[in-house]
């Protein structure tokens, strides 16, 4: 079992960044690939960013290409995801979640373990 927990989000004016950060439970963090997706109120959950286990691969969703950034830290069971130059548009809840794999995913549903989510609300 993994437990996720999500911290960092808030309110911030457009333009402005934010620095999110999901802590993992058990010692098998450096095995899986993470992911980072969001849900707008009334919208369905999308994908945001992924990295693979060893850090060496990642990518992103074109909406925040750019301007936000996945990292992880296998020694802290930590991952992050720094979000500049944020839009109204990025207001939603943020979640991370854990792949039973090593290899980066942008599909929800190779991800087994997910957080409880933060809030992100950029405004105008």
């Known amino acids: 079992q993994v437990q996720l927990v999500e911290s960092g989000g808030g309110l911030v004016q457009a333009g402005g960044s934010l620095r999110l950060s999901c802590a993992a439970s058990?010692?098998?963090?450096?095995?899986?690939?993470m992911g980072w997706f969001r849900q707008a109120p009334g919208k369905e959950r999308k994908f945001v960013a992924t990295i693979s286990s060893s850090s060496y691969s990642r990518y992103y969703s074109d909406s925040v290409k750019g301007r936000f950034t996945i990292s992880r830290d296998n020694a802290k069971n930590t991952v992050y995801l720094q979000m500049n130059s944020l839009k109204p548009e990025d207001t939603a809840v943020y979640y991370c979640?854990?792949?039973?794999?090593?290899?980066?995913?942008?599909?929800?549903?190779?991800?087994?373990?997910w957080g409880q989510g933060t809030q992100v609300t950029v405004s105008s």
């Open positions: 979640a854990a792949a039973i794999r090593p290899y980066e995913s942008d599909d929800y549903k190779l991800y087994a373990y």
């Open positions: 058990g010692r098998t963090f450096s095995s899986y690939a």
